[in-house]
DNA sequence: AATTCCATCTATTGAGCTATAGAAAATGAG
DNA sequence: CTCATTTTCTATAGCTCAATAGATGGAATT
């Protein structure tokens, strides 16, 4: 290997050293202010340096939007697949997907935000890369029901698209408030998972399917 | 009436000929792009004027985006409460919720979006008005949670504020594909309200309270 | 026909923002 | 302590955009 390349591994090696915090900081003015009202100026003020220097970690406004978002959506795919593939009743595992779902909000909550209000905003290729892993994912959930319909776990009248459709669009409103209400993720996961599969409706007692 | 009065109103009254097309116009740029990606150039592009004519009727973007936004809330509280006081028992009364929360997504789709997604970037004022607003409608939902519970009709240990953020997480959701998926308003309602009340399990028939 | 009013236009100002160039400071290895 | 490398800085170019000022032409009013 040539001296240059050395070189350029030594450095994007230091690069690497400070990225972390530089993303972080992005995806924090990014969620407070999205994108497009978000400047430079704001991510640099967060870090106490000047907005040029913030170009020695990134080429663009837009390609630090990328990296936010591709820390957003990191690892849901794997733990959703992984969940679906494994043991249980689909019942048991649409519980799995629904936790599993949430739990990032903990430490990654300004990640989280920021790819789904901004993701529309990334250049061409790379929202097109994530629409198409944003459906795997929807996928995933949809696959996960049809086969509790089919096992006769689940209602056999249910629309599979509209209630993975629903299910998701009440997991991702929690980035929106998860801080300013008081609950930790273990509480909004249960009661989340538990609305989903029995609703709000009170039925007799021990007529419930075993779980 | 004085004749500079008279003149005013005169002028207010014309404005208001096109006014209501202006407004449509940054409604859909603004649920496009978002208030920030948005530009008063794009917005007169959609009306094929200039620029600078949408001065004759807003005062600035800001001024617009709350227009917008006004549309898009007006008409829920007002609904809402009235279901709310209505006849009926809770049950019934939180399905017509729902539905009543998803129908103006039929008609004012944008004005709508641009009310979630934008409303953080109005001007404090505005936006303190309708946080408030926002909090009532929040309040609607759960005093009717609330009043369920306490008649037996939902299940003692629901968490009613969390409920009450999920369906409403679900709800506004769908503000950002309904009319990218293939589903009424009607159908959405319709499988959203079930899914709220009995969940996805299937449980022996016969056995669910009477409707 | 003259006058007033409405709606839109042209032209421009001034602010704010991204991104680049190149200098300077900090770091760390030998 | 020296030198190479990494990181941050200063300065600014170049662009885009919101907003204002004042002109214009057509419609309505008298």
Redesign the interface.
């Known amino acids: 290997m040539s001296a240059v390349s050395a070189s350029t591994n030594r450095q994007r090696a230091s690069q690497r050293r400070r990225a972390p915090q530089i993303i972080e900081a992005a995806a924090q003015v990014f969620a407070e202010r ?4 978000a400047t430079t100026q704001d991510i640099a003020d967060v870090l106490g340096i000047r907005q040029a220097s913030l170009y020695y970690y990134f080429s663009s406004k837009e390609a630090a939007l990328e990296l936010v978002c591709l820390r957003g959506v990191e690892g849901f795919f794997e733990a959703a697949k992984a969940i679906s593939t494994g043991p249980g009743d689909a ?1 048991k595992r ?1 519980i799995l997907l629904i936790e599993s779902h949430l739990s990032p909000l903990l430490d990654r909550g300004n990640f989280i935000k920021v790819f789904l ?1 901004e993701r ?2 990334l250049p061409t290729e790379s929202r097109r890369r994530i629409g198409r892993w944003s459906r795997g994912l929807e996928r995933i959930f949809e696959d996960v ?1 049809k086969e ?1 319909i089919a096992k ?5 009248d ?2 599979v ?3 993975t ?10 980035s ?2 998860y801080g300013k ?1 008081n ?1 930790s993720v273990a ?2 996961a249960a ?2 998972a538990r ?10 007692a021990g ?3 075993s779980r």
Chains 1, 2 share one sequence.
């Open positions: 999205g994108f497009h009202g019942r649409l209000n529309q905003f029901i509790g006769g776990e689940f209602r056999a249910l629309n698209r509209l209630v459709l629903a299910i998701l669009g009440m997991c991702n409103a929690a929106s408030w209400e609950f509480t909004l009661e989340f609305l989903v599969t029995d609703g709000v409706d009170k039925r007799p007529r419930r399917p």
